[in-house]
Nanobody, 124 residues
Framework: QVQLVESGGGLVQAGGSLRLSCAAS????????MGWFRRTPGKEREFVAA????????TYAESVKGRFTISRDNAKNILYLQMDSLKPEDTAVYYC?????????????????WGQGTQVTVSS
């Protein structure tokens, strides 16, 4: 069992930045790919970014490419999402997820564990 706890969400103006963190409960998480997803009311869960176990392969949704950066610190078991040039449409609850394999993937079915989420609100 892997427990994931997100932090770093909040309220920010459009054009601003936030950095989300996701702390994993145990070291074996460093052998697996991880990802960030988001959900807004009335919409399906949306893929945001993913990273492989070594941190040298990343995947991004087109809507965040060039603005968001995913990274990880395996020594600390922490996943990050640096969000820059935020837009009101980035407003959502953001979830981190722990993959079933070592790869970077955008498919929700390839993630076994999920955090509780952290709210990000971008005002215009």
């Amino acid at each position: 069992q892997v427990q994931l706890v997100e932090s770093g969400g909040g309220l920010v103006q459009a054009g601003g930045s936030l950095r989300l963190s996701c702390a994993a409960s145990r070291r074996t998480s460093s052998n697996n790919g991880m990802g960030w997803f988001r959900r807004t009311p009335g919409k399906e869960r949306e893929f945001v970014a993913a990273i492989n176990w070594r941190g040298d392969d990343t995947t991004y949704a087109e809507s965040v490419k060039g603005r968001f950066t995913i990274s990880r610190d395996n020594a600390k078991n922490i996943l990050y999402l640096q969000m820059d040039s935020l837009k009101p449409e980035d407003t959502a609850v953001y979830y981190c997820a722990h993959g079933r394999s070592s790869y970077s993937t955008s498919q929700p079915s390839q993630y076994a564990y999920w955090g509780q989420g952290t709210q990000v609100t971008v005002s215009s």
